[in-house]
């Protein structure tokens, strides 16, 4: 996402307040999943999440690496290029800068939680587990016929962050990579944005 779009008369304004009530409500439901299915699901056990330099380090590295492979696949890949834009456009655009700190924490704790912490040891932490539960995690990321490119992206990093997972047995590490792609991202767009009207 190395560029921002241009005004796309396709895509429905949002309010600030509707799309930060949106991030909350959303994260909400994907932590009592996570919940619900730990409750009904007693054999499943969360993958751990432990504090160390060393976890924090590989998730910062794994998400800035994430990044330049978005802004490479932005560059290169029509499809994808006009995907990220229509949810730049819709959801970035009319937050405050501020803003995008939620949009790191909420989704990169509450998709992870669920996809990593719960559904992939529930699976399996296997090629099987990981595929499956990137497939989810891609399906998520649907707003329509028009962004498939944006759900493969999904379900691509989806299986990079299930690999982390399963390699280094801690949720820190997808969640810290979780949260650095959406926070650098975003920011970089915001600010090219904002540098490009002028503000």
């Not at 009319?94 to 912490?117: N, Q, V, Y």
Request: proline content about 5%.
């Amino acid at each position: 996402m190395s560029q921002p779009s241009s005004p796309n008369p396709n895509v429905e304004s949002l309010s600030r307040f509707q799309i930060l009530i949106a991030m909350g409500v959303t994260a909400v439901v994907l932590l009592l999943s996570a919940r619900l299915w730990l409750w009904f699901d007693t054999s499943t056990v969360m993958l751990p999440l432990e504090w160390s330099g060393l976890s924090v380090l590989w998730g910062v590295s794994l998400g800035l690496g994430i990044t330049v492979a978005s802004s490479v696949m932005y560059r290169f890949w029509k499809a994808y290029r006009h995907s990220a834009d229509y949810y730049l456009e819709l959801v970035i655009k009319p937050l405050a800068l501020p803003d995008l700190i939620w949009l790191g924490l909420l989704p990169g704790m509450s998709e992870e939680l669920l996809f990593r912490g719960v559904m992939l040891p529930a699976l399996g932490l296997t090629w099987f587990g990981i595929v499956l539960s990137s497939l989810c995690f891609g399906v998520l990321h649907f707003s329509g016929s028009q962004q498939w490119s944006y759900v493969i992206w999904a379900t691509v990093i989806g299986i990079v962050l299930g690999l982390s997972a399963a390699l280094t047995g801690n949720l820190l590490v997808p969640i810290v990579a979780h949260i650095t792609t959406n926070l650098v991202s975003s920011c970089f767009w915001k600010l090219k944005y904002q540098a490009n009207l002028g503000v």
